[in-house]
């Protein structure tokens, strides 16, 4: 009996801080623990809120039959040795906003976030998700001055989960057999590529017509706006907490999984200090390698157009910051 509680109380289950208990925030910590994919520390800066929002997950535990435990704070402390760090906190899209719109406000909440947060994880991989995504993700790397492996950004994995949606919704097939790529900045300059999206190896430029294809494409550029249009109070929240997970769990259980983030580019794609959505193989070191495509004229000249509309952002950031 000793023995038994010895080794029960021996396991340990990994650790990841979520900063801000928003929308994306909470729903991403109920994915984690309720998949027992980690132990969670939610984190924001509004006395009871992430207290209130982790003693409710937890009063489920038992109905869902999770082992994973969560915990609520105001304080960094708290967050210590955490395995990853994720960051939601920041302003929320409302109607007529662009996700550039919330550049100064947001830089400089992320930038306080992934200082604190490294003073007591120093060791731990970051995942931004804060909008703007590709800049906010590249100002996390430059104030923590990790390796830019250990530093990504969430979009890949929702961009192309509308995609496939979209795709899904209009041949009326099940999205679990339709397979999709999209590259780029995460707004509406990003580059869904058709002739890489296939349902069951069967690409879909054999099975709609271009005129389609390109009104799904659209319809996937404009997916953020268009659920916060009809939201009008905010932006997604399900499929990006959805997303998220996905990624820290191919991180933590060392999945070695080929999925989409932004990731720095040192020459990959012909890009140079940019984070942007590619194909990349996330591990227990964060990303491990990045897959480079074969891409058209055409496709190259538009991933360098929001490759150089990200950069300005960047600069504007950084400017911000003072």
Request: proline share 4%.
């Amino acid at each position: 009996m000793n023995a038994f509680l010895h080794s029960a109380t021996a396991y340990q289950f990994f650790k990841v801080a979520v900063i801000g208990a928003g929308n994306v925030g909470r729903t991403l910590a109920q994915r984690i623990i309720e998949k027992n994919v980690a132990d969670v520390v939610l984190l924001d800066i509004v006395p009871g809120l992430p207290q209130g929002i982790a003693l409710d997950l937890m009063s489920a535990r038992g109905i869902e039959g999770q082992d994973s435990q969560i915990v609520g704070t105001n304080n960094y402390e708290d967050t210590a040795d955490a395995n990853i760090v994720v960051i939601t906190a920041g302003l929320a899209r409302r109607p007529g906003m662009s996700r550039d719109d919330l550049l100064a406000i947001n830089a400089k909440i992320v930038a306080e976030a992934a200082e604190k947060a490294l003073k007591y994880s120093p060791d731990a991989i970051f995942l931004v998700i804060t909008n703007p995504l590709d800049v906010m993700t590249y100002l996390t790397w430059k104030v923590t001055g990790l390796p830019s492996q250990r530093v990504m950004g969430m979009a890949g994995i929702l961009d192309s989960s509308r995609l496939q949606l979209f795709i899904a919704m209009q041949l009326g097939v099940c999205s679990a057999d339709i397979s999709t790529m999209v590259l780029g900045g995460h707004g509406d300059l990003m580059l869904p590529l058709p002739r890489y999206c296939t349902v069951r190896g069967v690409p879909i430029t054999e099975l709609l017509d271009t005129s389609t294809i390109d009104q799904l494409v659209e319809r996937t550029r404009n997916g953020g706006a268009e659920i916060v249009k009809l939201l009008q109070t905010g932006g997604a929240y399900y499929a990006p907490s959805s997303s998220a997970c996905v990624m820290i769990a191919a991180i933590l259980r060392n999945q070695s999984r080929l999925l989409p983030a932004a990731t720095y580019l040192q020459g990959e794609y012909g890009l140079e200090d940019v984070f942007l959505g590619v194909p990349c193989r996330l591990g227990c070191h964060g990303v491990e390698s990045i897959l480079e495509v074969s891409l058209t004229e055409s496709e190259k000249e538009a991933l360098h157009i929001s490759a150089q509309s990200v950069r300005k952002n960047v600069e504007l950031a950084i400017a911000s910051l003072g």
